[in-house]
Protein backbone atom coordinates (compact mmCIF):
# COMPACT_ATOMS: atom_id res chain seq x y z
CA UNK A 1 0.00 0.00 0.00
CA UNK A 2 0.98 3.53 -1.03
CA UNK A 3 -0.27 6.68 -0.06
CA UNK A 4 0.56 10.01 -1.45
CA UNK A 5 -0.05 12.91 0.88
CA UNK A 6 -0.48 16.56 -1.02
CA UNK A 7 -0.32 20.33 0.74
CA UNK A 8 -0.07 23.48 0.15
CA UNK A 9 -3.12 24.52 -2.25
CA UNK A 10 -5.23 27.35 -1.62
CA UNK A 11 -5.85 30.91 -2.43
CA UNK A 12 -3.22 33.39 -4.24
CA UNK A 13 -3.62 36.44 -6.22
CA UNK A 14 -2.07 36.81 -9.61
CA UNK A 15 1.22 37.39 -9.13
CA UNK A 16 2.06 35.76 -5.47
CA UNK A 17 3.50 32.39 -5.02
CA UNK A 18 2.63 28.75 -3.47
CA UNK A 19 4.52 25.92 -2.67
CA UNK A 20 2.99 22.32 -2.95
CA UNK A 21 4.62 19.34 -1.21
CA UNK A 22 4.17 15.74 -1.74
CA UNK A 23 5.49 12.80 -0.15
CA UNK A 24 4.71 8.85 -0.41
CA UNK A 25 4.38 6.88 2.50
CA UNK A 26 4.12 2.91 2.52
CA UNK A 27 5.66 0.58 1.46
CA UNK A 28 7.89 1.61 -1.18
CA UNK A 29 11.04 -0.71 -2.97
CA UNK A 30 12.16 1.97 -5.42
CA UNK A 31 11.12 5.43 -7.28
CA UNK A 32 11.24 5.75 -10.85
CA UNK A 33 9.95 9.36 -11.40
CA UNK A 34 8.12 12.00 -9.32
CA UNK A 35 6.11 15.03 -10.01
CA UNK A 36 2.88 16.99 -10.86
CA UNK A 37 0.27 16.93 -13.22
CA UNK A 38 -2.80 19.42 -13.29
CA UNK A 39 -6.40 19.46 -14.28
CA UNK A 40 -8.45 22.65 -14.75
CA UNK A 41 -11.97 22.95 -15.70
CA UNK A 42 -12.93 21.51 -18.59
CA UNK A 43 -9.72 20.25 -19.54
CA UNK A 44 -7.32 17.23 -19.57
CA UNK A 45 -4.86 16.31 -17.14
CA UNK A 46 -1.57 17.76 -18.00
CA UNK A 47 2.33 17.23 -16.80
CA UNK A 48 3.57 20.21 -15.06
CA UNK A 49 6.99 19.26 -13.57
CA UNK A 50 8.80 15.79 -12.76
CA UNK A 51 12.07 14.56 -11.65
CA UNK A 52 13.93 11.68 -11.65
CA UNK A 53 14.23 9.71 -8.21
CA UNK A 54 18.06 8.30 -9.04
CA UNK A 55 20.78 10.00 -9.76
CA UNK A 56 21.39 13.05 -11.45
CA UNK A 57 17.42 14.65 -11.52
CA UNK A 58 16.22 14.39 -15.36
CA UNK A 59 13.64 17.28 -14.69
CA UNK A 60 10.91 17.94 -17.21
CA UNK A 61 9.11 21.17 -17.19
CA UNK A 62 6.16 22.10 -19.22
CA UNK A 63 6.31 25.46 -21.24
CA UNK A 64 3.91 27.40 -19.65
CA UNK A 65 5.28 27.19 -16.73
CA UNK A 66 9.31 27.29 -17.11
CA UNK A 67 10.95 30.43 -15.31
CA UNK A 68 7.98 30.23 -12.79
CA UNK A 69 7.95 27.25 -11.49
CA UNK A 70 10.57 24.87 -9.78
CA UNK A 71 10.58 21.18 -8.83
CA UNK A 72 12.80 19.52 -6.07
CA UNK A 73 13.29 16.84 -4.45
CA UNK A 74 14.73 14.97 -1.60
CA UNK A 75 15.05 11.47 -1.68
CA UNK A 76 15.31 9.91 1.46
CA UNK A 77 12.25 11.27 2.67
CA UNK A 78 10.43 10.30 -0.90
CA UNK A 79 8.50 14.01 -0.94
CA UNK A 80 8.81 16.44 -3.63
CA UNK A 81 8.03 19.86 -3.53
CA UNK A 82 6.53 22.44 -6.63
CA UNK A 83 6.93 25.99 -6.02
CA UNK A 84 5.08 28.50 -7.84
CA UNK A 85 6.34 32.14 -8.57
CA UNK A 86 4.32 34.69 -10.39
CA UNK A 87 1.47 32.50 -10.66
CA UNK A 88 -1.66 33.36 -13.26
CA UNK A 89 -5.33 32.74 -13.33
CA UNK A 90 -4.97 29.92 -16.14
CA UNK A 91 -2.45 28.19 -13.47
CA UNK A 92 -5.95 27.60 -11.72
CA UNK A 93 -6.34 23.65 -11.81
CA UNK A 94 -6.04 20.55 -9.44
CA UNK A 95 -2.63 19.64 -8.84
CA UNK A 96 -1.80 15.95 -8.51
CA UNK A 97 1.13 14.59 -7.12
CA UNK A 98 2.40 11.34 -9.19
CA UNK A 99 4.72 8.82 -8.30
CA UNK A 100 6.09 5.80 -10.62
CA UNK A 101 6.78 3.82 -7.50
CA UNK A 102 8.17 -0.42 -7.99
CA UNK A 103 5.65 -2.93 -7.74
CA UNK A 104 7.06 -6.49 -6.89
CA UNK A 105 3.96 -8.22 -8.38
CA UNK A 106 3.98 -6.81 -12.22
CA UNK A 107 8.02 -6.54 -11.87
CA UNK A 108 7.51 -2.84 -13.59
CA UNK A 109 6.96 0.69 -11.73
CA UNK A 110 3.41 1.47 -10.74
CA UNK A 111 1.59 5.16 -11.24
CA UNK A 112 0.46 6.54 -8.00
CA UNK A 113 -1.48 9.56 -7.58
CA UNK A 114 -2.16 11.59 -4.80
CA UNK A 115 -6.06 13.43 -4.31
CA UNK A 116 -5.02 16.49 -5.40
CA UNK A 117 -4.83 20.12 -4.11
CA UNK A 118 -7.08 22.46 -5.28
CA UNK A 119 -4.51 26.16 -6.63
CA UNK A 120 -7.35 29.07 -7.59
CA UNK A 121 -5.39 32.36 -8.39
CA UNK A 122 -7.54 35.40 -8.52
CA UNK A 123 -7.99 38.61 -7.33
Known amino acids: QVHLEESGGGLVQPGGSLRLSCAAS????????MGWYRQAPGKQRELVAT?????????AVADSVKGRFTISRDVPRNTVWLQMNSLKPEDTAVYYC???????????????WGQGALVTVSS
Open 98 to 112: RADIFDVNSGGYLAN
Open 26 to 33: GTIYSINV
Open 51 to 59: TTFTGIPNI
